[in-house]
């Protein structure tokens, strides 16, 4: 797994798709149909944490992999993708022409791992031949655009050979195992555990049992779209995603339908028609299922995270909650202070949010937690991917931000659902990294000043140098905060416009 790269500031700059494949491995059948799944490690930037199937993206060496029975294109490259990620992630090697001995893989998969030698190297240092039968096609699964890295990727239906087993080397994954459909599903109602939707849909197909299994999960991703695309990464966890104009380079907010039977309603992004309406849409199809909103919820009142406010409010009659001093304008019905609980419907479980003011970016910011899932609605307290939310004053306060950061370890926290960018699981090890980089880059600020006067523009070369000149005006307005709070700590002094060290 190689996930792409995002941007330092923010997410979204990935929107291209890169090509991957992944393997839907099973043994079994009928009643005991088993598929392999796996944990995503903790240090994996794309959705650590998730359960998911194994796989990555396409590497140019793919193209070196002859196999039998698939016309030189895209269909055997994809192939060959998919045969060396379920070797190096799982050692099972897929698509034999004849068996090999499971003690003769080890020790080539070690020297993958190891990049001693690439795959089709090794293959062809075996004598290994692959057919194309051996994996079926298992659909086309597209990153929606909630994500800053996208992906295009190909599954695959394959059994699992004869005399082998998997097993997973910790580091990009940190377990596999061998589950009952239903069962993987009844543990994502409970909310034990989080994947993205093309792993729901996949299970879905399995429970059905295998009679054109492959068939049906070829047509997933088309029918996964009709009436309303619904990506539900938790049990009672919807995530729509708006398009908006928030800070560049990200295009999109995540709005958050949460509950069952009552749900609540976490940033109406949009007040864009067209946006609205795809929303509205979700929500219909929704209450089809027995849910109805009671409540909207603001994390803050910026407009690319309020813009459907007045929208929701008029349709839905619904009251609106947020903190006291959320940005003029947005008016709230409800004024939410620190620890105070939205209660809703209890449905499969608990599905009380309580409100954590979290002020840095916003004074009026507000998290909301639901303890059952281990689930945080973050808003841009905490952005998705390896993004940090810009830090503006004098609304913003750096100080604030990171008090708020390190108050929420004391929280039960295992996911994150942010306002931009892809959710993710290993809550703490993000937020550990996010005051790690904070703290950085404070250093990076006092390394910067001099006894001399300096202006901001100056210290934003010294201190952004790893950041995209185009987002140096942005990024300014975060080395603007770090230098107040330096200042009201004694260790920076303003002379007019320009700064320098602390001290006499």
Same mark, same amino acid.
């Given at each position: 797994?190689?996930?792409?790269?995002?941007?330092?500031?923010?997410?979204?700059?990935?929107?291209?798709?890169?090509?991957?494949?992944?393997?839907?491995?099973?043994?079994?059948?009928?009643?005991?149909?088993?598929?392999?799944?796996?944990?995503?490690?903790?240090?994996?930037?794309?959705?650590?944490?998730?359960?998911?199937?194994?796989?990555?993206?396409?590497?140019?060496?793919?193209?070196?992999?002859?196999?039998? #029975?698939?016309?030189?294109? =895209?269909?055997? @490259? *994809?192939?060959?993708?998919?045969?060396? &990620? /379920?070797? %190096? $992630?799982?050692?099972?090697?897929?698509?034999?022409?004849?068996?090999?001995?499971?003690?003769?893989?080890?020790?080539?998969?070690?020297?993958?791992?190891?990049?001693?030698?690439?795959?089709?190297?090794?293959?062809?240092?075996?004598?290994?031949?692959?057919?194309?039968?051996?994996?079926?096609?298992?659909?086309?699964?597209?990153?929606?655009?909630?994500?800053?890295?996208?992906?295009?990727?190909?599954?695959?239906?394959?059994?699992?050979?004869?005399?082998?087993?998997?097993?997973?080397?910790?580091?990009?994954?940190?377990?596999?195992?061998?589950?009952?459909?239903?069962?993987?599903?009844?543990?994502?109602?409970? #909310?034990?555990?989080?994947? =993205?939707?093309? @792993? *729901?849909?996949?299970?879905?197909?399995? &429970? /059905?049992? %295998? $009679?054109?299994?492959?068939?049906?999960?070829?047509?997933?991703?088309?029918?996964?779209?009709?009436?309303?695309?619904?990506?539900?990464?938790?049990?009672?966890?919807?995530?729509?995603?708006?398009?908006?104009?928030?800070?560049?380079?990200?295009?999109?907010?995540?709005?958050?339908?949460?509950?069952?039977?009552?749900?609540?309603?976490?940033?109406?992004?949009?007040?864009?028609?067209?946006?609205?309406?795809?929303?509205?849409?979700?929500?219909?199809?929704?209450?089809?299922?027995?849910?109805?909103?009671?409540?909207?919820?603001?994390?803050?009142?910026?407009?690319?995270?309020?813009?459907?406010?007045?929208?929701?409010?008029?349709?839905?009659?619904?009251?609106?909650?947020?903190?006291?001093?959320?940005?003029?304008?947005?008016?709230?019905?409800?004024?939410?202070?620190?620890?105070?609980?939205?209660?809703?419907?209890?449905?499969?479980?608990?599905?009380?949010?309580?409100?954590?003011?979290?002020?840095?970016?916003?004074?009026?910011?507000?998290?909301?937690?639901?303890?059952?899932?281990?689930?945080?609605?973050?808003?841009?307290?905490?952005?998705?991917?390896?993004?940090?939310?810009?830090?503006?004053?004098?609304?913003?306060?750096?100080?604030?931000?990171?008090?708020?950061?390190?108050?929420?370890?004391?929280?039960?926290?295992?996911?994150?659902?942010?306002?931009?960018?892809?959710?993710?699981?290993?809550?703490?090890?993000?937020?550990?990294?996010?005051?790690?980089?904070?703290?950085?880059?404070?250093?990076?600020?006092?390394?910067?000043?001099?006894?001399?006067?300096?202006?901001?523009?100056?210290?934003?070369?010294?201190?952004?140098?790893?950041?995209?000149?185009?987002?140096?005006?942005?990024?300014?307005?975060?080395?603007?905060?770090?230098?107040?709070?330096?200042?009201?700590?004694?260790?920076?002094?303003?002379?007019?416009?320009?700064?320098?060290?602390?001290?006499?």
């Amino acid at each position: 797994m190689r996930p792409g790269p995002e941007s330092p500031v923010n997410p979204g700059a990935r929107l291209e798709f890169r090509e991957a494949a992944a393997v839907v491995l099973i043994r079994g059948g009928g009643a005991s149909l088993e598929v392999f799944w796996v944990r995503r490690g903790e240090r994996v930037s794309f959705m650590p944490g998730f359960h998911a199937f194994a796989g990555g993206t396409l590497l140019p060496e793919d193209e070196d992999l002859p196999i039998e #029975g698939d016309a030189d294109g =895209a269909g055997r @490259v *994809l192939r060959a993708c998919a045969i060396r &990620e /379920a070797f %190096e $992630e799982t050692g099972v090697l897929l698509g034999l022409e004849a068996p090999v001995p499971a003690a003769a893989l080890s020790e080539p998969r070690s020297r993958l791992l190891a990049g001693e030698a690439c795959f089709a190297a090794l293959a062809r240092a075996h004598g290994w031949r692959f057919r194309a039968g051996a994996l079926a096609d298992g659909g086309r699964w597209q990153t929606p655009p909630f994500s800053a890295a996208r992906f295009d990727t190909a599954f695959f239906l394959a059994r699992l050979p004869r005399d082998q087993q998997p097993s997973i080397r910790a580091g990009e994954l940190e377990s596999g195992e061998w589950i009952e459909s239903r069962h993987a599903i009844e543990r994502w109602r409970r #909310g034990e555990v989080t994947f =993205a939707p093309p @792993v *729901l849909h996949t299970l879905r197909e399995l &429970e /059905a049992g %295998e $009679e054109g299994l492959s068939g049906r999960l070829a047509s997933a991703p088309a029918r996964a779209v009709r009436p309303v695309r619904r990506i539900e990464l938790k049990w009672g966890i919807v995530l729509h995603p708006m398009k908006t104009r928030p800070l560049p380079p990200a295009t999109h907010t995540n709005a958050y339908l949460v509950g069952e039977s009552e749900m609540a309603l976490i940033d109406p992004a949009s007040g864009d028609a067209e946006e609205l309406r795809a929303l509205f849409e979700l929500m219909d199809a929704l209450g089809a299922d027995g849910r109805r909103l009671k409540f909207v919820l603001m994390t803050h009142g910026h407009p690319d995270h309020a813009g459907g406010v007045a929208a929701l409010r008029e349709r839905y009659r619904v009251p609106v909650a947020a903190h006291a001093e959320i940005a003029p304008g947005v008016a709230a019905d409800i004024a939410l202070g620190d620890g105070e609980t939205i209660a809703l419907a209890p449905g499969v479980g608990a599905w009380d949010l309580r409100a954590i003011h979290t002020p840095g970016h916003a004074r009026g910011h507000l998290c909301f937690l639901n303890e059952r899932t281990r689930s945080l609605f973050t808003g841009d307290h905490i952005l998705g991917g390896a993004g940090t939310a810009i830090i503006d004053p004098p609304e913003g306060d750096m100080a604030a931000h990171l008090a708020s950061l390190e108050r929420l370890l004391a929280e039960p926290v295992e996911t994150l659902f942010p306002g931009h960018g892809s959710p993710q699981g290993a809550a703490v090890r993000r937020i550990r990294a996010l005051i790690a980089h904070r703290r950085g880059r404070e250093a990076k600020v006092l390394a910067a000043l001099e006894r001399e006067p300096l202006a901001l523009t100056a210290l934003v070369e010294r201190v952004y140098a790893d950041t995209p000149r185009d987002l140096w005006s942005l990024a300014g307005r975060s080395l603007l905060a770090h230098l107040l709070k330096l200042e009201a700590e004694g260790r920076a002094r303003r002379e007019g416009d320009r700064w320098r060290e602390g001290g006499s």
